[in-house]
């Protein structure tokens, strides 16, 4: 059972667009979704999360937008950089008692910014 | 400082043979993680050690793997008997538990591949 849907599997933008990945998840009992980051070769980075008591969450060029009703979330890249290439990954987990405990991955998204 | 190290980076085997994989967490991070990434499957959680705490071992995929956690610092990740479908890169990770939303910090993987 996959309880973290990412889509799309890829994604082409031009410099300077909006990049959006899309997950889903299905447990309600997730409270902490993260975004990671993953260059070829590395591991992956935490890049924003967000707890389900705020809507959206903004940090620079990066936006998370939650829907807990739809129990979705989304990735918005403003003015998207070829150096934003890379593979995102969402996430989610329980935190209950401050821990990131087994974190459930969606199957990532490859994004590509073309010059 | 110094991020989370794995060895080797790259492992060969031949069908069959037992590996070992190696991950230096970040010193003073109380909880390791073991995930599995395959080629379009994101990140499968593994394993996960917390301080003395018995490990959570739900997600290895058969008995023939197996983890261990030396002195609440180095993990080794072991895999006996080896089969060509074990080939993926396997991604160690460290977090500071009891600080709240303290990130997963990964290292940059063993690409195993099995002949």
Same mark, same amino acid.
């Given at each position: 059972?996959?309880q973290v ?14 990049? =959006? =990945?899309?997950?889903?998840y299905?447990n309600?009992?997730f409270?902490y979704f ?13 890049? =924003? ?13 990066? +936006? =998370? ?21 890379? +593979?995102?990954?969402c996430a989610a987990s ?9 974190l459930t ?11 | 400082?110094?991020? %989370?190290?794995? @060895? #080797? ?9 037992? %590996? ?19 080629? $379009? ?16 071992? @739900? $997600? ?9 956690? /030396? $002195?609440?610092? %180095? ?11 074990? @080939? ?5 990770? &460290? ?6 939303? &303290? #990130? ?8 195993? /591949?099995? /002949?």
């Amino acid at each position: 059972q996959q309880q973290v849907k990412q889509s799309p599997q890829s994604l082409i933008v031009q410099k300077g667009g909006i990049s =959006i =990945i899309n997950c889903a998840y299905e447990n309600t009992a997730f409270d902490y979704f993260p975004w990671y980051q993953q260059f070829p070769g590395k591991g992956p980075a935490l890049l =924003i999360a967000i707890r389900p008591d705020v809507s959206e969450k903004k940090e620079g060029r990066f +936006t =998370i937008s939650f829907n807990k009703s739809a129990k979705q979330f989304s990735l918005h890249i403003m003015d998207s950089q070829p150096g934003d290439s890379a +593979t995102y990954f969402c996430a989610a987990s329980m935190i209950g008692g401050g821990s990131n405990y087994k974190l459930t991955f969606g199957k990532g998204t490859l994004l590509t910014v073309n010059p | 400082g110094a991020g %989370v190290s794995q @060895s #080797p980076s790259n492992k060969v085997t031949e069908k069959g043979k037992d %590996v070992e994989l190696r991950c230096d967490p970040i010193s003073g991070h109380t909880a390791l993680y073991w995930y599995r990434q395959s080629l $379009g499957q994101g990140l499968e959680f593994l394993i996960y050690f917390q301080g003395n705490s018995a490990p959570d071992k @739900s $997600g290895l995929p058969s008995d023939r793997f197996s983890a261990e956690r /030396t $002195g609440g610092s %180095v993990s080794t990740l072991t895999i006996q008997r080896t089969q060509q479908e074990d @080939s993926a890169v396997y991604l160690c990770a &460290s977090s500071f538990l009891g600080r709240r939303n &303290s #990130p997963l910090h990964f290292g940059n993987g063993t690409r195993l /591949t099995v /002949t």
